[in-house]
């Protein structure tokens, strides 16, 4: 969009924040001159956060409203060690985005102080309506925590029965163990009990794979209530989402998630290359394809691909789309490409027209 204002004629100042586990190092730059005002270190326990929000005050002007409209605060992993000073800073009065993805010259130097520089810089010439707004509001941060969480219980879950499977698989325990257990063999097996007639060795794999379907059976319990909890989070904030076939609990969760609140994504192409389904254009000469794009929220990709596939197996409409797709020669992986994008456009669609937003 041709003279859509860009920040360095917006703001008078950008501060860029390079954030690690222990401490986060900040850049003050001067959109004028594109010159280093200040650069600092603060360790990352509240009283370091706070002195260095004091810090961003102090030398950015005294905190009036109109001095906080001149400053943006572009902040490294906002979803993970930037979170605290994230929601600090956008607590103060100050627009919190999403540092760009740094853009390195081959043979320059990297330190705290460069990769802050960076993520300050990286917006110079960023339109306004390009700005990725760090996420907000309870909703979002508690999505996030469950889907966190969800994640380490299924991925725990997956090693506990490769484990239980590679030790059925070892010793003769009774079970058919040529495919992997299933959830009621799990079951049986949590409530076997040491026999006396067992070899020692035999003795330690039966406990060892008691102690294991245990854990197994837990963790799905555990499950169970993450998906409940989420369940009941998307109906309270837009249970119409639900409505859209192919989205369940988990799925529903990430989009509203990754859309956090209205001005977050600009437009329908936005939230597609946020979820990395947006198609990258390879042509040259003759030559004339899309290949497959690998950035973005990995996640949210993750989600739109449960979407797309539980739509060609269960969805007429789609299942009409692939059956003619099929027949133009395309493969099942670039049917699903497609799809993806498709998903991508609905649902913003959808979120845009209810006005989603965050308490």
Same mark, same amino acid.
């Given at each position: 969009?041709?003279?859509?204002?860009?920040?360095?004629?917006?703001?008078?100042?950008?501060?860029?924040?390079?954030?690690?586990?222990?401490?986060?190092?900040?850049?003050?730059?001067?959109?004028?001159?594109?010159?280093?005002?200040?650069?600092?270190?603060?360790?990352?326990?509240?009283?370091?956060?706070?002195?260095?929000?004091?810090?961003?005050?102090?030398?950015?002007?005294?905190?009036?409203?109109?001095?906080?409209?001149?400053?943006?605060?572009?902040?490294?992993?906002?979803?993970?060690?930037?979170?605290?000073?994230?929601?600090?800073?956008?607590?103060?009065?100050?627009?919190?985005? =999403?540092?760009?993805?740094?853009?390195?010259?081959?043979?320059?130097?990297?330190?705290?102080?460069?990769?802050?520089?960076v993520a300050a810089r990286g917006t110079l010439h960023k339109r306004l309506d390009q700005l990725a707004d760090a996420r907000?509001?309870?909703?979002?941060?508690?999505?996030?925590?469950?889907?966190?969480?969800?994640?380490?219980?299924?991925?725990?879950?997956?090693?506990?029965?490769?484990?239980?499977?590679?030790?059925?698989?070892?010793?003769?325990?009774?079970? =058919?163990?040529?495919?992997?257990?299933?959830?009621?063999?799990?079951?049986?097996?949590?409530?076997?009990?040491?026999?006396?007639?067992?070899?020692?060795?035999?003795?330690?794999?039966?406990?060892?794979?008691?102690?294991?379907?245990?854990?197994?059976?837990?963790? =799905?319990?555990?499950?169970?209530?993450?998906?409940?909890?989420?369940?009941?989070?998307?109906?309270?904030?837009?249970?119409?989402?639900?409505?859209?076939?192919?989205?369940?609990?988990?799925?529903?969760?990430?989009?509203?998630?990754?859309?956090?609140?209205?001005?977050?994504?600009?437009?329908?192409?936005?939230?597609?290359?946020?979820?990395?389904?947006?198609?990258?254009?390879?042509?040259?000469?003759?030559?004339?394809?899309?290949?497959?794009?690998r950035t973005g929220d990995r996640q949210l990709n993750s989600a739109f691909h449960t979407i797309a596939s539980s739509r060609?197996?269960? =969805? &007429?409409?789609?299942?009409?789309?692939?059956a003619r797709r099929t027949a133009q020669g395309l493969s099942k992986r670039r049917i699903r490409r497609c799809l993806k994008?498709?998903?991508?456009? &609905?649902?913003?669609?959808?979120?845009?027209?209810?006005?989603?937003?965050?308490?």
């Open positions: 969009m041709t003279g859509a204002p860009i920040v360095a004629d917006t703001y008078l100042f950008v501060v860029g924040v390079d954030t690690h586990a222990a401490t986060h190092h900040y850049a003050i730059i001067d959109t004028r001159t594109g010159g280093i005002v200040d650069d600092a270190e603060f360790p990352t326990n509240t009283k370091g956060l706070l002195r260095a929000a004091a810090w961003v005050t102090r030398r950015t002007g005294e905190p009036t409203k109109g001095d906080l409209d001149r400053v943006l605060v572009s902040i490294e992993g906002t979803r993970s060690y930037g979170a605290q000073i994230a929601a600090l800073m956008a607590q103060a009065g100050y627009r919190v985005v =999403d540092a760009p993805s740094p853009k390195r010259e081959r043979g320059t130097g990297k330190n705290d102080t460069i990769d802050a520089v907000a509001g309870d909703t979002s941060t508690t999505l996030q925590i469950l889907l966190t969480a969800r994640a380490a219980m299924t991925s725990e879950r997956t090693r506990m029965v490769n484990a239980l499977n590679a030790l059925l698989r070892t010793h003769a325990l009774g079970v =058919d163990a040529r495919k992997k257990v299933n959830r009621p063999t799990i079951r049986v097996i949590a409530a076997w009990r040491v026999r006396k007639s067992d070899t020692l060795a035999l003795a330690t794999a039966r406990a060892e794979a008691i102690r294991l379907a245990t854990r197994v059976v837990a963790l =799905d319990s555990e499950v169970d209530a993450n998906e409940q909890a989420l369940l009941e989070m998307v109906t309270d904030t837009h249970a119409s989402l639900l409505d859209l076939p192919g989205l369940g609990p988990t799925t529903a969760a990430v989009v509203l998630a990754a859309w956090s609140h209205p001005g977050r994504v600009r437009d329908e192409a936005a939230f597609a290359k946020l979820a990395g389904v947006s198609p990258l254009e390879v042509a040259s000469g003759n030559r004339h394809e899309h290949r497959l794009n060609m197996r269960h =969805d &007429e409409r789609t299942r009409d789309y692939v994008r498709y998903v991508a456009r &609905e649902i913003y669609r959808h979120l845009a027209a209810e006005g989603v937003d965050n308490p």
